[in-house]
């Protein structure tokens, strides 16, 4: 059973995924009060009202997933949650039209006067010349970032006759001329835009991207919305020019600290505001909510997210086709992990024919997560492998290539340590399974699962026959044992498995046999 924190308010039509599954359990409760909940909690359901901090993550041992109904994930700590091996998804897609659409009305209502219209009429009063005001058509509507919101804006534009022109920096030309945009630096954005309009996350370099500088280089009676996020118009910077007129309107669906902490902005007659309305329809809210819980289900599943933030995305049909090598290579990872006690410097893959073509990386953070993993005591999976190898010290290259050695598909691993290299070759056979082929350049066939004992030994009369009959006399049946050698008569090694572990003893008493040279339990 997978317990569910709900922390924000989320459509529970959109829910019904989870809701239905016999082995997901919801609980709605906020995270602030959610007391011993957080301890039990394998997922964590938001919007953007609750601050997923490093903090609250560290309390919830069970955590797995962080899953954020909307689009903006400035209210999660990606980066701890990465390094706590934690997958972040979000629904990038499910309110993109519901927000356009909300700029849109902004734009409109403030073009026009509406709320402030509104409230005159309300009060009794039918004031026609205080309200005039602008056309759209033939003006310039400056999108600052052109990514899903802001080229569903834009096409909205063009049907109201409107000039579009845009600033992205991430923007291929290709792509705005597909979209049918002009594009601009953004201080001929800024000096020729009657309407400005931000539409891009909130980081380091749009944090104040419109500041007191660049708006003094807008035109004299701009209009600005910001229904992205708040700070990417430096509020402060905005009271002086709605002042001396230079900026003529603003709307504003977000805000530096929400709700609002200083009103000042907000007292001008010429600020249009909504509490953070974007997404906030039916249709959006279901969107969202459907996209993230079926996620979310998939992943307990054990099946592929399609829209991690902190994961490469995979689809389903590629995830299919990669499952068999992402698990190969787990096991081929740990499998060398416990066969090397020793502290290692790199690990490098080769990808040898058709596995080369599938999304290799992904596969690469699984076999460092499968070595990492009898290493490391807090949990590591292809979230947070790559950081950690990072942080120890243990850099990693992969190489690809079409030629085969023989298998239809094959991953040679070498792994260099402070002592010595070790090597493992694997391939993939569909209706057949995992094998192990080589190891260390010993010819070897056999099934990387379960309680397995590896042994090196000499290639010499009776060295089998003592390991079977001491394991006989301890009562241990073998399961499956393959050998494999370079020459006759020199080094070899044994390859056991068995239905249940080999304890140290045995593995003592098995090092202490004539013409064997070592011996490793390893548990997959
Ligand atoms: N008010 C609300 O309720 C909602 C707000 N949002 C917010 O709207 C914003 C846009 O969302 P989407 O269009 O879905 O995101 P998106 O990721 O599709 O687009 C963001 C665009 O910004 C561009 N960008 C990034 N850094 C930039 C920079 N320094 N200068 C200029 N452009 C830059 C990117 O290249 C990209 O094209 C996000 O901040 C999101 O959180 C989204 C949904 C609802
Ligand atoms: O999706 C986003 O980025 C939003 O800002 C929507 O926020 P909300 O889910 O309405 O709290």
Redesign the pocket.
């Given at each position: 059973m997978f317990r569910i924190l709900v922390s924000d308010k989320i459509s529970e039509e959109g829910l019904q995924p989870l809701l239905n599954s016999s082995h997901i359990m919801l609980v709605n409760k906020n995270v602030a009060d959610a007391g011993e909940e957080l301890e039990t909690a394998d997922a964590l359901l938001v919007r953007?009202a609750t601050q997923v901090t490093e903090e609250l993550m560290k309390k919830m041992p069970q955590l797995k997933i962080v899953a954020r109904a909307?689009?903006?994930?400035?209210n999660i700590d990606v980066e701890a949650a990465t390094k706590l091996g934690i997958v972040v998804i979000n629904a990038?897609?499910g309110?993109?039209i519901?927000?356009t659409e909300?700029?849109f009305a902004m734009m409109a209502s403030m073009l026009r006067h509406i709320p402030q219209a509104t409230v005159s009429v309300k009060s009794n009063e039918w004031n026609r010349n205080a309200f005039v005001g602008t056309e759209m058509r033939g003006k310039t509507l400056g999108i600052?970032?052109?990514?899903?919101?802001?080229?569903?804006l834009a096409k909205r534009a063009r049907a109201f006759e409107m000039n579009v022109i845009v600033?992205?920096?991430?923007?291929t030309e290709e792509r705005a001329y597909k979209i049918g945009v002009t594009t601009a630096s953004?201080d001929e954005l800024l000096s020729t835009a009657d309407i400005i309009t931000?539409?891009?996350?909130?980081?380091k370099?749009?944090k104040g991207?419109l500041n007191e500088k660049t708006l003094s280089k807008t035109k004299k009676g701009v209009y600005l919305i910001n229904?992205?996020?708040g700070g990417?118009i430096e509020e402060a910077a905005v009271i002086p020019l709605l002042e001396s007129g230079h900026i003529r309107g603003i709307a504003l669906?977000?805000f530096e600290t929400e709700p609002p902490e200083n009103t000042s902005l907000l007292q001008y007659e010429q600020v249009i505001a909504t509490p953070?309305?974007?997404?906030?329809t039916k249709e959006?809210q279901l969107n969202v909510a459907s996209q993230v819980s079926e996620e979310v289900l998939a992943f307990f599943n054990g099946e592929p997210v399609t829209s991690s933030i902190n994961l490469p995305t995979i689809s389903k049909e590629v995830y299919e086709k990669i499952m068999p090598f992402y698990q190969l290579a787990k096991k081929m990872g740990n499998f060398v992990s416990q066969c090397m006690a020793e502290p290692v410097n790199e690990i490098s893959v080769a990808y040898e024919g058709s596995v080369g073509e599938l999304q290799t990386a992904a596969i690469t953070k699984s076999l460092i997560a499968g070595f990492l993993s009898p290493r490391v005591a807090s949990t590591v999976n292809e979230v947070n492998a790559g950081m950690i190898a990072k942080e120890r010290g243990i850099s990693f290259s992969e190489k690809i290539s079409n030629e085969t050695s023989g298998y239809e598909n094959c991953l040679t691993v070498k792994v260099v340590g402070n002592k010595s290299v070790f090597s493992i070759k694997g391939t993939y056979i569909p209706h057949y399974g995992e094998r192990i082929v080589e190891l260390n350049g010993f010819n070897i066939d056999f099934y990387p699962d379960g309680h397995l004992l590896y042994i090196q030994h000499s290639d010499k009369p009776g060295a089998i026959g003592r390991v079977g009959r001491l394991l006989g006399d301890h009562s241990i049946n073998i399961a499956t044992m393959q050998v494999g050698r370079k020459q006759r008569g020199g080094d070899a090694i044994m390859m056991l498995s068995f239905d249940k572990a080999v304890t140290e003893r045995v593995v003592s008493e098995l090092n202490d046999l004539e013409g064997i040279v070592s011996v490793r339990t390893i548990d997959l």
């Open positions: 953007s909307g689009v903006g994930v400035d990038p897609d309110n993109t519901s927000t909300h700029t600052v970032g052109l990514g899903r919101i802001g080229s569903e600033f992205d920096p991430f923007l953004l931000v539409h891009t996350p909130l980081t370099e749009t991207l229904c992205a996020r990417i669906d977000v953070h309305l974007g997404a906030s959006a």
